[in-house]
């Protein structure tokens, strides 16, 4: 141990190996079949489509590029969370609100850092190998359980079934929440039949890459409602008498927490997002990106639809409950509902895939694979009757799931994979500088830090308080409520 100690630098690299990466040559033939192999896939998928002579899938069906990717992190990043956004600051106050909306998403995009590099050390590996993935799609529990071993593969596909399942059943939950104001003749379990319904047919779309159009309509729809908000709340001001309690107590300020957890979580479908790419290396500067866009259009209308209806947000999870009627706020419900069946097919895709190889159909024709799936919608879609807890589920996922699949597992799994001289003299990717600057022992301290305060603060006390806060909704309106908040 201490000879070894001897041998490693400041930061965390031998003398030879830090010489070595500074001149390029470690991995340098890793780095050049990869960097090979994906401009020949970006090739091969352009003289394929440029051969249908198809103006419809080159422009709308068949998207790998960086921009098609960023347009997915975004739609599966923000979504109906920015209806309960608002209630997470009335729970936390103006101060702890940002700070935590800071706080979460950089974390969110270190550990998304941390998923990109591990696809790419596991692609790379396997197709040293000879491994084909023309037609399998490569997830995160695959990823891990290769890298890590059986035990990691098992705990990721735990974990991550019911974050992204968790998340598509909100997504149908919100999208009768919407339609309730929009139409309130019919209650919110009505809206959850229909919409269940509707949400079957996400099922046609065979895999991530043929979401471009969907995903740019995500976008498009959550960029209005978000700048809808922040525009209504400062032309009405404040309302008479507002106040702002905000912090009021741990649990409700737990509570929002871990709300801005939850919507800082988006990249549980990293793996899936990236494998759809043609050049999945530079996904890690596509969720940066995705990052700072999210911050732009979810911190200003948080703050403002606080300012103007203060505590009245603490009994309403949905902001569009406390906004006035108008033709402006039926358009961003509409929309809201549009992003929301969008969203519900981009986190039901993982499960569609792994479904699919349990019953050894993933590379069967396109029909099979439609038809096999049909079980899992209406799984989520039962769910989503059980449970119509809109926003407190949001609290619920973020802390007891999504702090572990997203935060902590990948947060061990970089420092597992990566923890021998021999791994990381021959890892896939070479070290850019900020890596190299922060070296090996700075990449472990970090890593323990994000795994440490994640779960003390998401899984500890979130889940205290958003377990409670589940409990109490159940014993205050019952399961399988008719409208929840009406």
Not at 22 to 30: D, H, L, S, V, W
Request: include cysteine; aromatic fraction near 14%.
């Amino acid at each position: 141990m201490g000879a070894c100690e001897d041998e490693l630098g400041e930061n965390g690299y031998t003398h030879n190996e830090a010489e070595a990466i500074e001149k390029g040559t470690i991995n340098g033939e890793a780095n050049n079949n990869y960097i090979k192999q994906q401009q020949q896939q970006e090739t091969k998928t352009i003289a394929s489509t440029g051969s249908l002579q198809s103006l419809w899938k080159k422009t709308i069906w068949h998207g790998g590029s960086v921009y098609d990717a960023w347009l997915n992190a975004v739609a599966a990043q923000v979504g109906q969370v920015i209806l309960s956004m608002p209630t997470s600051y009335s729970q936390m106050g103006y101060k702890w609100g940002v700070f935590f909306h800071l706080f979460y998403f950089s974390i969110g995009m270190y550990t998304c850092y941390l998923l990109a590099r591990l696809y790419v050390e596991y692609r790379v590996r396997k197709e040293r190998d000879g491994v084909d993935f023309n037609r399998h799609v490569i997830q995160y529990h695959e990823v891990l359980g290769s890298l890590v071993g059986l035990w990691a593969q098992r705990v990721a596909l735990f974990f991550n079934i019911v974050t992204v399942g968790a998340v598509a059943v909100v997504q149908i939950i919100a999208c009768a929440s919407n339609a309730y104001y929009l139409n309130p003749h019919h209650n919110k379990r009505t809206w959850t039949i229909v919409f269940g319904a509707i949400s079957m047919v996400v099922i046609l779309l065979p895999t991530v890459h043929n979401f471009r159009i969907w995903s740019f309509l995500g976008v498009l729809t959550t960029t209005y409602t978000a700048w809808y908000m922040f525009s209504t709340s400062i032309a009405h001001g404040q309302v008479p008498n507002v106040k702002h309690s905000a912090p009021i107590d741990l649990q409700s300020f737990f509570t929002g927490t871990t709300n801005i957890l939850f919507a800082s979580g988006g990249h549980a479908i990293t793996i899936e997002i990236m494998h759809a790419m043609w050049k999945p290396a530079k996904y890690k500067y596509v969720y940066v990106a995705c990052c700072f866009y999210v911050f732009s259009i979810t911190i200003p209308h948080s703050l403002a639809v606080y300012w103007a209806f203060g505590d009245e947000l603490l009994h309403k999870n949905n902001a569009f409950a406390v906004l006035p009627s108008s033709n402006a706020r039926s358009t961003a419900i509409i929309f809201m509902i549009m992003h929301q069946a969008v969203a519900f097919g981009l986190y039901i895709m993982p499960l569609n895939f792994m479904w699919e190889k349990l019953w050894g159909v993933h590379q069967s024709p396109y029909l099979v694979r439609v038809l096999v799936r049909l079980p899992v919608v209406l799984l989520l879609w039962f769910l989503a009757l059980a449970f119509p807890f809109f926003g407190p589920l949001n609290s619920l996922i973020g802390s007891l799931f999504m702090s572990f699949s997203t935060f902590i597992i990948p947060s061990i799994a970089y420092i597992i994979t990566f923890r021998t001289l021999k791994a990381r003299q021959n890892e896939a990717e070479k070290p850019n500088k900020p890596r190299r600057i922060v070296g090996w022992r700075g990449m472990v301290v970090l890593n323990l830090m994000v795994v440490l305060l994640i779960f003390t603060l998401g899984t500890g006390f979130g889940s205290w308080a958003s377990v409670k806060n589940v409990i109490d909704q159940i014993k205050t309106f019952g399961l399988f409520q008719k409208c929840y908040q009406c």
